[in-house]
């Protein structure tokens, strides 16, 4: 179907003898046609109603008369169920947050979410005054509440939920209903800024850390992280880092290492950021000149000591030309006494040589194209005594 969420007729028939509590009941009534392309008879019986339905198989004739029991039956249906009430008002599956992500793209300005801590929460102190251990043992937990700071550009949004990405999503929404009205900015480069602005639209993709790394390794400058204090009870530990980069140095705090060393990151970067931009230093262009072929493959004393069908080949590939062709013409004689007859094609050349086995009448072809192309003759390896 093209919709894998719309009910087929069967599923609506159900529904609908359900609600009037009656059983519907499929019988095959006849099956004919040959084994490939066999046709079915399907009746439904729905109270003291029946229909019947053709198919080419079971199934699509009992879906055939289902979908004749719903449009001819004079039982009363049940009312159709509202659709459910997107919780996010979008269409389809997609979150506030994924929506947020593509405007905040078009506009240029990034969507930075930030956790913040949660509100406290009073302390609700049980009564043990009053008698009853039902009351003293079972009492209601409070719920925990997330808290989350979305940025996007100049403008700030605070959300909620029972859970971190609950609360992106909220305050997503709250982004999406203020932003998708307003015109979105243009960027115009002025006084020659365009190369800051692309160096900085490429730093807000990197974390704080690694562009501390990369200015301190183009200035050759060295770096040092390290975490000097650590306060607090076990389950609410809080560090502080300081950062050296050459003369500099910055201290960050929080409720973890990584985030006390992005925070000094981030204090130590409005420092560097005051530098004087590096000189630019231009790359000599590098030319390379094509080494002559030391070796002319084409002369006609070329691979003299080679084999002839690898000398035939490299020759073939040195003029940048087709590869021999070889094709087994006859096999001829008696069994312990064979011979072949190998061909072999070269352009327009056409050559041929015979030996006892085929490795050997197609050297001997090989060799006699060479010598028709105007090559020396190979020399002969060392004869190897053959197996009779």
């Given at each position: 179907?093209?919709?894998?969420?719309?009910?087929?007729?069967?599923?609506?028939?159900?529904?609908?003898?359900?609600?009037?509590?009656?059983?519907?009941?499929?019988?095959?009534?006849?099956?004919?046609?040959?084994?490939?392309?066999?046709?079915?008879?399907?009746?439904?019986?729905?109270?003291?109603?029946?229909?019947?339905?053709?198919?080419?198989?079971?199934?699509?004739?009992?879906?055939?008369?289902?979908?004749?029991?719903?449009?001819?039956?004079?039982?009363?249906?049940?009312?159709?169920?509202?659709?459910?009430?997107?919780?996010?008002?979008?269409?389809?599956?997609?979150?506030?947050?994924?929506?947020?992500?593509?405007?905040?793209?078009?506009?240029?300005?990034?969507?930075?979410?930030r956790p913040l801590d949660p509100k406290p929460i009073p302390n609700y102190r049980a009564n043990y005054n009053f008698r009853g251990m039902y009351n003293q043992r079972y009492h209601c937990p409070v719920p925990k509440i997330f808290y989350v700071?979305?940025?996007?550009?100049?403008?700030?949004?605070?959300?909620?939920?029972?859970?971190?990405?609950?609360a992106r999503h909220n305050a997503a929404m709250k982004a999406l209903q203020a932003l998708q009205n307003e015109p979105i900015p243009e960027k115009l480069p002025q006084n020659g800024e365009t190369g800051k602005e692309s160096e900085e639209d490429k730093d807000a993709n990197k974390s704080e850390i690694s562009v501390v790394f990369e200015i301190a390794l183009k200035r050759n400058i060295?770096?040092?992280?390290?975490?000097?204090?650590?306060?607090?009870?076990?389950?609410?530990?809080?560090?502080?880092?300081?950062?050296?980069?050459?003369?500099?140095?910055?201290?960050?705090?929080?409720?973890?290492?990584?985030?006390?060393?992005?925070?000094?990151?981030?204090?130590?970067?409005?420092?560097?950021?005051?530098?004087?931009?590096?000189?630019?230093?231009?790359?000599?262009?590098?030319?390379?000149?094509?080494?002559?072929?030391?070796?002319?493959?084409?002369?006609?004393?070329?691979?003299?000591?080679?084999?002839?069908?690898?000398?035939?080949?490299?020759?073939?590939?040195?003029?940048?030309?087709?590869?021999?062709?070889?094709?087994?013409?006859?096999?001829?004689?008696?069994?312990?006494?064979?011979?072949?007859?190998?061909?072999?094609?070269?352009?327009?050349?056409?050559?041929?040589?015979?030996?006892?086995?085929?490795?050997?009448?197609?050297?001997?072809?090989?060799?006699?194209?060479?010598?028709?192309?105007?090559?020396?003759?190979?020399?002969?390896?060392?004869?190897?005594?053959?197996?009779?």
């Amino acid at each position: 179907m093209a919709n894998p969420k719309e009910k087929t007729p069967m599923c609506l028939v159900n529904e609908l003898a359900r609600f009037n509590r009656i059983q519907p009941q499929y019988k095959l009534l006849n099956e004919r046609g040959p084994a490939h392309a066999k046709m079915f008879t399907v009746q439904l019986t729905l109270g003291e109603q029946t229909w019947e339905a053709e198919g080419s198989s079971i199934k699509k004739a009992q879906h055939a008369a289902a979908s004749k029991a719903l449009n001819e039956t004079t039982l009363p249906k049940p009312t159709p169920r509202p659709p459910k009430n997107n919780v996010n008002n979008n269409p389809g599956s997609i979150t506030p947050t994924v929506e947020l992500n593509g405007l905040a793209m078009k506009r240029g300005e990034p969507a930075i979410y930030r956790p913040l801590d949660p509100k406290p929460i009073p302390n609700y102190r049980a009564n043990y005054n009053f008698r009853g251990m039902y009351n003293q043992r079972y009492h209601c937990p409070v719920p925990k509440i997330f808290y989350v700071q979305l940025t996007v550009g100049n403008s700030e949004f605070f959300g909620e939920g029972k859970t971190r990405q609950a609360a992106r999503h909220n305050a997503a929404m709250k982004a999406l209903q203020a932003l998708q009205n307003e015109p979105i900015p243009e960027k115009l480069p002025q006084n020659g800024e365009t190369g800051k602005e692309s160096e900085e639209d490429k730093d807000a993709n990197k974390s704080e850390i690694s562009v501390v790394f990369e200015i301190a390794l183009k200035r050759n400058i060295p770096v040092s992280f390290e975490v000097i204090k650590e306060s607090g009870p076990p389950h609410m530990k809080s560090f502080v880092t300081r950062v050296t980069v050459g003369e500099f140095t910055a201290e960050g705090e929080g409720n973890s290492k990584k985030l006390s060393k992005k925070r000094a990151a981030m204090a130590v970067l409005q420092e560097l950021k005051k530098l004087p931009p590096l000189p630019v230093i231009e790359k000599p262009k590098l030319y390379f000149k094509k080494r002559p072929k030391t070796i002319l493959k084409t002369g006609p004393e070329y691979g003299q000591g080679m084999n002839p069908i690898s000398r035939l080949a490299q020759i073939q590939q040195a003029k940048k030309e087709k590869e021999p062709e070889y094709v087994l013409l006859s096999e001829r004689g008696m069994p312990r006494r064979r011979e072949f007859v190998m061909q072999v094609k070269v352009g327009n050349e056409i050559t041929t040589g015979t030996g006892p086995n085929k490795k050997i009448a197609k050297r001997n072809a090989a060799e006699a194209m060479l010598l028709q192309l105007g090559y020396k003759a190979s020399t002969p390896l060392q004869d190897q005594p053959e197996k009779v």
